[in-house]
């Protein structure tokens, strides 16, 4: 019996109340995002035993009736894994079409798709389509349910009770639940939100991850602007990333969510630093790291890594005691005279910092809209 039994199976499902194995592989399932075999009108009974997992997958035009017989099929069917197949316990989760749980979705990677349209039950269409559930469903129209309203009944058979006979209902067909629509969202103005945002101390911004469950990583661009060399951040798509599941661990997560349609836009990832290790070290064998032996770009780097901000006025020698000193930001900005700077360094920070400086602008100008941007 354990041979009949694998890893991922596909039952659907007769009217009748039998199960059929279908003789379809996951990536068949898998390809053009699960369109080939999942259809609106049938209920299928899915078994992924690596995660534990029995999904009955109901189509939004799929009749009532199939989707009780899939409760009772995917039950028999966790006990009958177990007890013959010798597989794990399987949860039996329950998915409706158009609202179908991340689960689900992340289970066999597909992607989000707008649900048919539904059928009302007294459409012709519908009728042709559930033809034998709707036959059987009538024939029971006319049937009488004995109901035991009584006390349990006994072995010798001398206690009489009454009988009640009662007429059975018409089965009535729930609305499917309608399909929520997302918002479509902006990636870029997404990442522009959440960047803006300030690093918490000891941590740096390592993913991002927006609302199509895309992974977003770090990109650094370089560019000589007046000689100097200038370092932006961008944010872009990873192509490659491991097989999951992957645990977090030394990171903080942070949502970013949308309160009118009540969906997340996205999830920043945030990496703990062990700076705390360096400075442990630093205090215990009273040895200082040789910050002179490092580049400009690679101090700028770790400061802002650490979340302290560098003045491009600064030299090496200068950052060096930014970092030894450890001063706060709110020192950082009092220290900037921004007119004693020069229209170099002033187009420079503006550019660094996406301040939109018009090349008619003079000093006192520039001067002008880096303080605002400041504010």
Same mark, same amino acid.
């Given at each position: 019996?354990?041979?009949?039994?694998?890893?991922?199976?596909?039952?659907?499902?007769?009217?009748?109340?039998?199960?059929?194995?279908?003789?379809?592989?996951? #990536?068949?399932?898998?390809?053009?995002?699960?369109?080939?075999? @999942?259809?609106?009108?049938?209920?299928?009974? $899915?078994?992924?035993?690596?995660?534990?997992?029995?999904?009955?997958?109901?189509?939004?035009? =799929?009749? *009532?009736?199939?989707?009780? $017989?899939?409760?009772?099929?995917?039950?028999?069917?966790?006990? #009958?894994?177990? *007890?013959?197949? %010798?597989? %794990?316990? &399987?949860?039996?989760?329950?998915?409706?079409?158009? #609202?179908?749980?991340?689960?689900?979705?992340?289970?066999?990677?597909?992607?989000?798709?707008?649900?048919?349209?539904?059928?009302?039950?007294?459409?012709?269409?519908?009728?042709? @389509?559930?033809?034998?559930?709707?036959?059987?469903?009538?024939?029971?129209?006319?049937?009488?349910? %004995?109901?035991?309203?009584?006390?349990?009944?006994?072995?010798?058979?001398?206690?009489?009770?009454?009988?009640?006979?009662?007429?059975?209902?018409?089965?009535?067909?729930?609305?499917?639940?309608?399909?929520?629509?997302?918002?479509?969202?902006?990636?870029? =103005? *997404?990442?522009?939100?959440?960047?803006?945002?300030?690093?918490?101390?000891?941590?740096?911004?390592?993913?991002?991850?927006?609302?199509?469950?895309?992974?977003?990583?770090?990109?650094?661009?370089?560019?000589?602007?007046?000689?100097?060399?200038?370092?932006?951040?961008?944010?872009?798509?990873?192509?490659?990333?491991?097989?999951?599941? $992957?645990?977090?661990?030394?990171?903080?997560?942070?949502?970013?969510?949308?309160?009118?349609?009540?969906?997340?836009?996205?999830?920043?990832?945030?990496?703990?630093?062990?700076?705390?290790?360096?400075?442990?070290? $630093?205090?215990?064998?009273?040895?200082?790291?040789?910050?002179?032996?490092?580049?400009?770009?690679?101090?700028?780097?770790? &400061?802002?890594?650490?979340?302290?901000?560098?003045?491009?006025?600064?030299?090496?020698?200068?950052?060096?005691?930014?970092? +030894? #000193?450890?001063?706060?930001?709110?020192?950082?900005?009092?220290?900037?005279?921004?007119?004693?700077?020069?229209?170099?360094?002033?187009?420079?920070? &503006?550019?660094?910092?996406?301040?939109?400086?018009?090349?008619?602008?003079?000093?006192?100008? @520039?001067?002008? +809209?880096?303080?605002? %941007?400041?504010?």
């Amino acid at each position: 019996m354990a041979k009949t039994y694998e890893n991922f199976m596909i039952f659907g499902l007769e009217s009748t109340g039998e199960k059929i194995k279908l003789n379809i592989s996951e #990536d068949e399932f898998r390809a053009n995002n699960g369109q080939n075999v @999942l259809d609106s009108h049938q209920v299928l009974v $899915i078994v992924k035993e690596d995660l534990r997992r029995i999904y009955i997958w109901k189509g939004v035009n =799929s009749h *009532v009736r199939k989707k009780f $017989i899939a409760s009772r099929i995917a039950a028999e069917l966790q006990n #009958d894994l177990v *007890v013959n197949g %010798h597989f %794990h316990r &399987c949860k039996i989760i329950s998915v409706d079409q158009g #609202d179908e749980p991340v689960d689900f979705m992340r289970a066999f990677s597909l992607k989000a798709t707008n649900a048919p349209e539904v059928l009302e039950r007294d459409s012709i269409e519908f009728k042709q @389509l559930h033809k034998p559930s709707l036959n059987e469903s009538a024939e029971t129209n006319d049937k009488k349910v %004995h109901g035991w309203k009584g006390p349990p009944p006994t072995l010798n058979g001398k206690f009489k009770s009454s009988v009640i006979t009662e007429k059975l209902g018409k089965t009535i067909s729930p609305k499917p639940k309608k399909s929520i629509k997302l918002p479509k969202l902006d990636n870029k =103005s *997404v990442i522009e939100k959440i960047v803006k945002n300030r690093v918490p101390a000891d941590f740096k911004r390592q993913n991002l991850i927006l609302g199509s469950f895309q992974i977003y990583g770090a990109v650094v661009k370089k560019a000589k602007v007046f000689g100097e060399e200038v370092e932006e951040t961008g944010w872009e798509p990873v192509i490659s990333i491991p097989e999951g599941p $992957i645990e977090l661990t030394n990171r903080t997560v942070r949502l970013y969510t949308n309160s009118n349609s009540g969906t997340i836009e996205g999830i920043e990832i945030l990496q703990k630093l062990e700076t705390h290790k360096i400075k442990g070290k $630093i205090s215990e064998e009273k040895k200082e790291i040789d910050y002179n032996s490092w580049t400009v770009s690679k101090l700028k780097l770790y &400061c802002k890594e650490i979340n302290i901000q560098v003045p491009p006025t600064y030299r090496k020698s200068q950052i060096i005691s930014l970092i +030894l #000193d450890g001063p706060p930001q709110e020192k950082v900005e009092q220290w900037l005279d921004y007119s004693k700077w020069t229209v170099k360094q002033l187009k420079g920070y &503006c550019q660094e910092n996406d301040i939109k400086a018009l090349s008619s602008y003079r000093k006192a100008d @520039l001067v002008k +809209l880096v303080k605002d %941007h400041k504010k």
